[in-house]
């Protein structure tokens, strides 16, 4: 009888050693970090899904994203991050987004590209490439200054240059009349020369 006590004993005290060290394995794996979902959006491309990187590796939808990760999108994708309670961003294609965040809220710098806050329990502080930081609030976006110079460029810078190719081009219209008209040139036609025909 005593065997069997002695035996009872040690399966029950094998057996708590072994819940407690499953327990604190599993306290040890849960972590405090939190992640967001991505989802990416996009046509497919010669039977390929669309391409969104996440630190440089190709990601799908469903991937985990931690805080510190830089998200780029391809020219055919655009990629949702959901934060959960924090919020959903979005990256337009061709978007490069270094992007942090905690249970405070969101941040990220903007690399190229635009993104666009879709609802927030925060307003977003996003980073130009200038270093201007833009609060952006849910349906709101901020595109990176590199492609806003562009556009200033095409659509301002253009019409400067039209403007400096007319008053050449009206300065070189002006001298040649002035130069036709004057009294003082030389050549002068059907003017004092007598003009002798072949076929006389």
Do not use: H
């Amino acid at each position: 009888m005593n065997s069997k006590l002695w035996i009872n004993k040690a399966l029950s005290t094998c057996l708590v050693v072994a819940i407690i060290a499953t327990y604190s394995m599993v306290a040890l794996a849960s972590s405090d970090r939190t992640a967001g979902e991505l989802l990416v959006i996009g046509k497919n491309t010669n039977s390929e899904a669309p391409l969104v990187k996440v630190n440089g590796e190709a990601a799908e939808s469903g991937r985990s994203v931690f805080s510190s990760s830089t998200i780029a999108t391809a020219e055919s994708a655009s990629a949702v991050i959901n934060l959960g309670k924090l919020g959903k961003i979005e990256l337009a294609p061709n978007t490069t987004l270094a992007l942090t965040f905690n249970e405070k809220g969101i941040n990220g710098d903007l690399l190229a590209g635009r993104v666009t806050v879709l609802n927030a329990s925060d307003s977003v502080n996003i980073v130009m490439p200038g270093g201007k930081t833009a609060k952006l609030n849910a349906g709101e976006s901020a595109t990176s200054s590199a492609q806003t110079q562009d556009d200033d460029t095409t659509s301002g810078g253009g019409g400067a240059a039209w403007l400096l190719y007319a008053v050449i081009i009206g300065g070189a219209a002006a001298a040649l009349i002035l130069a036709t008209t004057s009294n003082n040139n030389d050549i002068k036609l059907n003017g004092g020369s007598t003009v002798i025909s072949p076929t006389r």
